[in-house]
């Protein structure tokens, strides 16, 4: 962990115009840097070249979110991988900066920062990406009205659902908490309590201590219509020789 002689002192070589930005110097570089020193201190150790978690890429900062507000909710909700959600929300907000500035992503005017009333407008990706397979020849929003199964993959990460779950096509999901929800459309039931339809899912996306209280699956607060978007991209998930839960 920096000390915060250390941390102080990013801050000051920023706002002396470090590495040719002092033009800019006024207040979004001041909160890149501090989010490069929290990034140092506490994501460095597994985010970093030869390190075990892959290196965050411009690639995949451009189709893994959709904006920057996206991106700290999945920073905040996953990191530092012992403790998540245990720093400041400032400092969230800054190592998000930080990596969009470093990958030359990050639009605002120099004297704005990044935040929960600028965040939406910093845009990362307008398309992602269908999913992989399909239910049985079946539409991604078949029985799932109004859905978008694009945008519920989007959701799926923004809630970090990848933290618990292996989730096909779902950038970081590669979680081994839960069960992995690959070829989720062929599954007879959800979570082995009800059957496996899109208002069951919708349900269980919502308030899963509703209907299995003490699960291990929490309440994330997902409102009903991601939930929809989300569920129309689970059962979009098939394998077409199984119809196991």
């Not at 900066?97 to 910093?122: I, K, M, V």
């Not at 049985?136 to 970090?160: C, I, S, Y």
């Not at 070829?183 to 069951?200: K, L």
């Amino acid at each position: 962990m920096l000390t915060l002689r250390a941390l102080a002192a990013v801050v000051l070589l920023a706002a002396a115009g470090c590495g040719g930005v002092g033009e800019k110097h006024a207040a979004l570089v001041q909160q890149a840097s501090w989010g490069h020193a929290v990034f140092e201190g506490n994501c460095a150790r597994c985010h970093s070249e030869g390190r075990s978690v892959d290196t965050i890429t411009r690639t995949s900062l451009l189709t893994g979110y959709r904006n920057a507000a996206a991106l700290q909710r999945f920073v905040r909700e996953t990191m530092p991988f012992d403790r998540p959600g245990r720093l400041p929300d400032s400092d969230y907000w800054a190592v998000t900066a930080y990596l969009l500035d470093r990958h030359s992503l990050l639009t605002l005017r120099p004297d704005h920062t990044l935040g929960p009333l600028t965040a939406a407008t910093q845009q990362l990706s307008g398309d992602v990406p269908q999913p992989p397979a399909t239910r049985r020849g079946r539409g991604p929003a078949d029985g799932v009205a109004g859905a978008d199964a694009a945008r519920g993959r989007a959701e799926l990460l923004e809630f970090g659902c990848g933290s618990c779950h292996v989730i096909p096509g779902v950038t970081h999901a590669r979680g081994r908490v839960g069960p992995s929800l690959g070829a989720f459309g062929e599954r007879s039931e959800i979570a082995g309590r009800i059957a496996n339809t899109p208002a069951n899912l919708i349900r269980w996306i919502v308030s899963p201590q509703r209907i299995e209280p003490g699960t291990a699956m929490p309440d994330l607060g997902v409102p009903d219509v991601a939930a929809r978007d989300m569920a129309a991209y689970l059962e979009a998930l098939g394998d077409p020789g199984s119809r196991a839960p």
